[in-house]
Protein backbone atom coordinates (compact mmCIF):
# COMPACT_ATOMS: atom_id res chain seq x y z
CA UNK A 1 0.00 0.00 0.00
CA UNK A 2 1.17 3.52 -0.87
CA UNK A 3 -0.28 6.43 1.00
CA UNK A 4 -0.49 9.86 -0.69
CA UNK A 5 -1.27 13.45 1.08
CA UNK A 6 -1.39 16.46 -1.49
CA UNK A 7 -0.81 20.29 0.00
CA UNK A 8 -0.16 23.24 -1.97
CA UNK A 9 -3.09 23.95 -3.66
CA UNK A 10 -4.73 27.86 -3.90
CA UNK A 11 -5.83 30.69 -5.62
CA UNK A 12 -3.60 32.71 -7.82
CA UNK A 13 -4.04 35.13 -10.83
CA UNK A 14 -3.35 34.14 -14.14
CA UNK A 15 0.71 34.53 -14.12
CA UNK A 16 1.63 33.36 -10.63
CA UNK A 17 3.02 29.93 -9.72
CA UNK A 18 2.02 27.42 -6.78
CA UNK A 19 4.38 24.37 -5.78
CA UNK A 20 2.33 21.55 -5.01
CA UNK A 21 3.91 18.90 -2.53
CA UNK A 22 2.26 15.15 -2.32
CA UNK A 23 3.51 13.00 0.76
CA UNK A 24 4.76 9.35 -0.12
CA UNK A 25 4.75 6.60 2.25
CA UNK A 26 6.41 4.22 0.33
CA UNK A 27 9.21 4.96 -2.49
CA UNK A 28 10.07 1.35 -4.43
CA UNK A 29 13.05 0.63 -6.37
CA UNK A 30 11.24 0.91 -9.26
CA UNK A 31 8.17 3.03 -9.60
CA UNK A 32 6.12 6.01 -11.46
CA UNK A 33 4.69 8.84 -9.78
CA UNK A 34 2.69 11.43 -11.35
CA UNK A 35 0.24 14.30 -10.94
CA UNK A 36 -3.34 14.27 -12.64
CA UNK A 37 -5.93 16.77 -12.75
CA UNK A 38 -9.65 17.08 -13.57
CA UNK A 39 -11.67 20.15 -13.98
CA UNK A 40 -15.42 20.14 -13.59
CA UNK A 41 -17.04 18.64 -16.55
CA UNK A 42 -13.55 17.05 -17.94
CA UNK A 43 -12.23 14.13 -17.59
CA UNK A 44 -9.20 13.35 -15.71
CA UNK A 45 -6.06 13.89 -17.63
CA UNK A 46 -2.20 13.49 -16.84
CA UNK A 47 -0.28 16.84 -16.33
CA UNK A 48 3.25 14.88 -15.38
CA UNK A 49 5.08 11.87 -14.49
CA UNK A 50 8.15 10.90 -13.11
CA UNK A 51 10.16 7.55 -13.06
CA UNK A 52 12.57 6.36 -10.14
CA UNK A 53 15.31 7.33 -12.05
CA UNK A 54 14.36 11.04 -12.61
CA UNK A 55 13.01 10.33 -16.16
CA UNK A 56 9.79 13.09 -16.82
CA UNK A 57 7.37 13.01 -18.75
CA UNK A 58 4.80 16.23 -20.00
CA UNK A 59 1.49 17.08 -21.09
CA UNK A 60 1.93 19.30 -23.86
CA UNK A 61 -0.25 22.18 -22.33
CA UNK A 62 2.12 22.75 -19.64
CA UNK A 63 5.37 21.75 -21.02
CA UNK A 64 8.06 24.48 -20.29
CA UNK A 65 5.57 25.58 -17.19
CA UNK A 66 5.46 22.76 -14.96
CA UNK A 67 7.99 20.70 -13.48
CA UNK A 68 8.14 17.61 -11.44
CA UNK A 69 10.43 16.24 -9.33
CA UNK A 70 10.82 14.52 -6.44
CA UNK A 71 12.60 14.12 -3.01
CA UNK A 72 13.63 10.42 -2.40
CA UNK A 73 14.87 11.49 1.16
CA UNK A 74 12.16 13.15 2.12
CA UNK A 75 9.45 10.63 0.58
CA UNK A 76 7.81 14.01 -1.39
CA UNK A 77 6.86 14.18 -4.81
CA UNK A 78 6.68 18.33 -6.18
CA UNK A 79 4.68 19.92 -9.01
CA UNK A 80 6.32 23.34 -9.55
CA UNK A 81 3.70 25.35 -11.42
CA UNK A 82 4.43 28.63 -13.02
CA UNK A 83 3.15 31.24 -15.21
CA UNK A 84 -0.20 29.88 -14.66
CA UNK A 85 -3.39 30.30 -16.75
CA UNK A 86 -6.95 29.68 -16.19
CA UNK A 87 -7.54 26.87 -17.91
CA UNK A 88 -4.75 25.48 -15.73
CA UNK A 89 -7.90 25.52 -12.77
CA UNK A 90 -8.63 22.03 -11.98
CA UNK A 91 -8.57 19.44 -8.66
CA UNK A 92 -4.70 18.01 -8.91
CA UNK A 93 -4.14 14.62 -7.96
CA UNK A 94 -1.18 12.94 -7.22
CA UNK A 95 -0.78 9.43 -8.08
CA UNK A 96 2.03 6.28 -7.76
CA UNK A 97 2.19 2.74 -8.48
CA UNK A 98 3.76 0.35 -6.87
CA UNK A 99 6.76 -1.53 -7.82
CA UNK A 100 6.90 -2.01 -11.53
CA UNK A 101 9.21 -3.15 -14.37
CA UNK A 102 6.61 -0.69 -16.79
CA UNK A 103 7.96 1.91 -18.29
CA UNK A 104 6.21 5.16 -17.10
CA UNK A 105 3.38 6.73 -18.72
CA UNK A 106 0.19 8.50 -18.18
CA UNK A 107 -1.60 5.23 -18.84
CA UNK A 108 0.24 3.00 -16.42
CA UNK A 109 -1.28 1.31 -13.29
CA UNK A 110 -1.74 4.42 -10.70
CA UNK A 111 -3.27 2.59 -8.21
CA UNK A 112 -2.70 4.76 -5.30
CA UNK A 113 -4.08 8.39 -5.02
CA UNK A 114 -4.36 11.33 -3.01
CA UNK A 115 -7.41 12.79 -2.02
CA UNK A 116 -6.43 16.31 -4.30
CA UNK A 117 -6.04 19.61 -3.50
CA UNK A 118 -7.47 22.50 -4.95
CA UNK A 119 -5.56 25.10 -8.06
CA UNK A 120 -8.01 28.04 -9.19
CA UNK A 121 -6.31 30.22 -11.41
CA UNK A 122 -8.20 33.73 -12.28
CA UNK A 123 -7.95 35.93 -15.37
Known amino acids: QVQLVESGGGSVKAGGSLKLSCAVS???????MGWFRQAPGKEREGVAVINSSGTTIYAGSVKGRFTISKDNAQKTLYLQMNTLKPEDTAMYYC??????????????????WGRGTQVTVSS
Open 26 to 32: QFYGRQC
Open 95 to 112: ASTGWTIAACSFYGTYNF
